[in-house]
């Protein structure tokens, strides 16, 4: 028995057809299910069809999209997005760096705490939307509930605020439960980055009479820069589609609207599917300038091995 | 042996996709499209589910109810597959205006000579049928009723701040907010949560404030929004505002609770307020009490949940039975003790309602009648959509840009009309 599928494995190595076909499925179903998808989405934000009884699918050109920038709820929700993106990658990408740091010195019970760290990312972000909707009530004072009432119990009453009711503030407040949950993430990925550079390293410096900070200013982070572009990639495509943390919390509400729920909503409420799916493609480009120079990057960087 | 697992992993890859598309129900199926998944809601239904079993024993029932979110999860999945042509036999919509996007792109079923046929067009409001027609037919059938200018209270707590009876009018509404607010207890509860609550206080503020003809006027285009009528609402709205509580963050059972806690001294909102009340163990004249909104005596604000028959539906025959015990006598006294709401048809049975729901049936009979815009019967989904933005932009905002305010809902209604 061992030796026939020893025999067969080598028959598929010599075959490349082989391996073909067994990601031909995968294949398939990513030419129609995501790009195919893609190209009907692009086709139907070009496109008349603003209402469900109206079967008008001619071309529209950019109709749709000189419309959105029009459109005040959709100015209002596009720099809600870029508030929220600048806090929570800046937010996450320090306060995990910072957990990473904490624990890279292999200090005592760096598990437990690997794993404490790590763990919001286990919650739904529903069930996480929730609670920390009742922990940023915006009860301020005798009334205060949530973190008001903890300020207030510890005596720091300037800190009460009301978090993402508040017009200007809402973004930065809804950013806190999202860089809570991600900050561990980010903390294991600068983690893993640490371990990877070998001791000698350090050593060599050290021996040359370095200080700990040059160290990790000047051998440490520039061979973390790798580690640096991944993070920033991730976190930067989890926030342009914000929405289930945001609908959790605020649900459809104007002031911490960002463009996926104002997409859900024009598309499912306002059944305007032309102008929900050219809000659908402001977001994938948005995500595409992310992401496509980080691809041609990283397919640079393997040939160049 | 790897020839063979490929098999099974391709044979589990068409399963996962067949098993994930919508199956059609067979032949002899009623499959009916909710979004009541718990509670009063699901045991009302359950109740008009047997009346419809015991009427089509030889018709399986198939419940495809999505839950969750007063029925914005289900809309979503109800719109993706009215547009794929695999509509339900049946399926809930709010009667009224948030039904004509259907209406239009000509997806439901007319159902007027069923009105005539069973008898509806007597024992169903005149005043409602005349909400429900569009262009001489109908669409829809209700099953319930619920009123949306209700104020609760709670006798305790306004005791406390020296209020016996509930105020008459929208100015001695605000005259006792402040009341309350000298005794350290906010006058008006909001619920800020997803806008729509507070966009249902506003809606009753400009009920109240302007009377049931104006109102209607809004919705048409006979009053203006930028009127003086409208800014005087707003100002009241302001004020009421102004008397709230300071978090702006509850879901409405959360608000209701400051009310039946002694918190809060006033609450607007719909009367489904009051079984989940009773869900919880209060009892109604007790520990919460009740008044038509102040200004709206003799006025119905109403919002109903009805049924449709949509065009190709699989069952059709299944479907307009499901209808026909919709807007019985019997599957209307199944559904609504439960429900907390009231029956459509002016013959139901006051003995099966508890003292609230009785007292709405009085004034249901008799009230002049208008539709509640956040629950659907003014507006289309468009329009309130937008005009819930427009509210929670205004609220958030600390309710001092009436001018942004008046654009909005300006902009809501050209939404609507779009």
């Keep these: 028995m061992a030796s026939t599928t020893l025999k067969k494995r ?170 809570w949950q991600m900050s561990g993430y980010v903390m294991a990925l600068f983690l893993a980055g640490f371990r990877g550079i070998p001791d000698d390293l350090r050593e060599a410096a050290r021996v040359d009479g370095a200080s700990e900070f040059k160290i990790y200013r000047h051998i440490l982070f520039p061979q973390l820069s790798p580690t640096f572009l991944t993070v920033l990639i991730i976190l930067g495509h989890i926030s342009m589609k914000v929405f289930d943390l945001i609908y959790g919390i605020a649900s459809k509400g104007y002031v911490t609207k960002v463009l996926a729920i104002y997409m859900w909503q024009v598309i499912f409420d306002f059944q305007n599917y032309a102008k929900g799916a050219a809000i659908a493609v402001v977001i994938l480009v948005m995500i595409a300038i992310v992401v496509i120079p980080y691809l041609i990057y990283v397919n640079k960087t393997e040939e160049a091995k | 042996m790897l020839k063979k697992s490929k098999l099974v992993v391709a044979l589990a890859a068409v399963a996962l996709v067949a098993s994930t598309a919508p199956a059609a129900p067979a032949a002899g199926n009623l499959e009916i499209f909710t979004w009541w998944a718990s509670g009063g809601e699901a045991l009302g239904l359950a109740g008009m589910t047997t009346e419809f079993t015991n009427k089509n024993p030889d018709t399986t029932f198939v419940n495809a109810s999505v839950a969750g979110a007063a029925g914005t999860n289900a809309k979503g999945v109800l719109v993706s597959r009215m547009e794929a042509g695999n509509p339900p036999d049946t399926f809930q919509a709010h009667a009224g205006a948030e039904l004509s996007s259907y209406v239009k792109a000509g997806q439901l079923e007319d159902l007027t000579s069923l009105y005539k046929s069973e008898g509806w067009d007597k024992v169903f409001p005149a005043g409602l049928i005349k909400t429900l027609t569009t262009k001489g037919k109908i669409y829809s059938v209700p099953v319930n009723i619920h009123r949306a200018n209700v104020l609760w209270w709670n006798p305790a707590a306004a005791k406390k701040a020296g209020i016996t009876k509930a105020p008459a009018t929208l100015d001695a509404m605000i005259a006792d907010l402040a009341k309350f607010k000298k005794v350290g207890i906010d006058g008006m509860a909001l619920a800020g949560q997803g806008d729509w609550a507070i966009a249902h206080l506003f809606d009753y503020v400009l009920l109240a404030s302007m009377g049931p003809d104006k109102f209607n006027g809004l919705w048409n285009g006979k009053t203006k929004w930028d009127s003086a009528e409208v800014k005087t609402a707003i100002k009241k709205f302001q004020t009421i505002l102004s008397y709230g509580n300071a978090s702006k963050t509850l879901d409405w059972p959360d608000a209701g609770k400051l009310i039946t806690t002694g918190k809060a001294g006033f609450f607007i909102m719909g009367d489904w307020a009051s079984s989940q009340w009773q869900s919880e163990g209060l009892k109604l004249g007790k520990d919460y009490t009740w008044a038509p909104g102040p200004g709206t005596a003799g006025v119905y604000q109403w919002l109903s949940d009805s049924f449709t028959l949509p065009k190709g539906a699989p069952n059709r025959e299944a479907g307009l039975a499901w209808l026909k015990v919709c807007g019985s006598l019997a599957g209307q006294d199944a559904f609504n003790p439960k429900k907390g709401s009231i029956a459509v048809r002016k013959d139901s049975k006051p003995a099966l309602y508890d003292s609230y729901l009785q007292a709405a049936m009085k004034s249901w009979k008799v009230d002049t009648l208008v539709g509640s815009t956040v629950h659907g019967v003014n507006y289309g989904n468009a329009g309130m959509s937008a005009l819930n933005s427009a509210v929670g932009k205004f609220y958030t905002g600390g309710a001092k840009d009436s001018a942004g305010f008046i654009k909005g809902l300006k902009a809501a209604y050209a939404a609507d009309k779009a």
């Excluded at chain 1, 179903?29 to 692009?42: D, K, S």
């Excluded at chain 1, 939307?129 to 119990?153: C, Q, V």
């Excluded at chain 1, 720091?156 to 009301?162: A, E, G, I, M, Y």
Aim: aromatic share 18%.
């Design chain 1, 10 to 179: 080598k028959k598929h190595i010599q075959n490349p057809w082989g391996g073909f076909f067994f990601v031909l499925p995968s294949i398939i179903a990513m030419a129609i299910f995501v790009y195919g998808m893609i190209g009907w989405t692009l086709k139907f934000s070009f496109s008349n069809r603003t209402s469900p009884w109206k079967r008008d699918n001619s071309f529209a050109g950019f109709a749709r999209y000189t419309e959105l920038l029009q459109d005040p709820e959709f100015t209002h929700a596009f720099s809600n997005l870029l508030k929220f993106t600048i806090v929570f990658m800046l937010g996450t990408m320090i306060s995990g760096l910072i957990m990473a740091l904490l624990l890279e010195k292999g200090i005592k019970g760096e598990g437990f705490f690997r794993s404490t760290y790590l763990y919001p990312m286990a919650i739904s972000f529903i069930a996480m939307g929730t609670s920390w909707r009742w922990l940023m009530d915006s009860a301020k004072g005798e009334t205060a509930t949530g973190l008001n009432l903890i300020f207030n119990k510890m005596g720091l009453d300037f800190l009460q605020n009301s978090w993402y009711t508040s017009v200007s503030g809402s973004m930065f407040a809804m950013a806190l439960p999202a860089i």
